[in-house]
């Protein structure tokens, strides 16, 4: 749960608290994540990861 509210904090930061940003985030699909949005992967272990690991990749400018 930790790790959930750590990528939530990091969202808003990145967008600057705006929720309607931040909610087009969640519910667009992104090819690092299998073309699937976020809030569809964000109930498994392995979806978060993938989730925490996409924001960290934003975070540092790494698109490999």
Known sequence: R???V???MC???RYKGNEAIIYDW???P???LE???PIEILETK???ESILDLIN???TSDFS
């Open 35 to 37: 073309s699937k949005a």
């Open 46 to 48: 392995l979806g978060l």
């Open 26 to 28: 969640l519910h667009t």
């Open 6 to 8: 750590g990528s939530e």
């Open 11 to 13: 969202i808003r930061d």
């Open 57 to 59: 990749r934003l975070k």
């Open 30 to 32: 992104k090819p690092f």
């Open 2 to 4: 930790l790790s959930l």
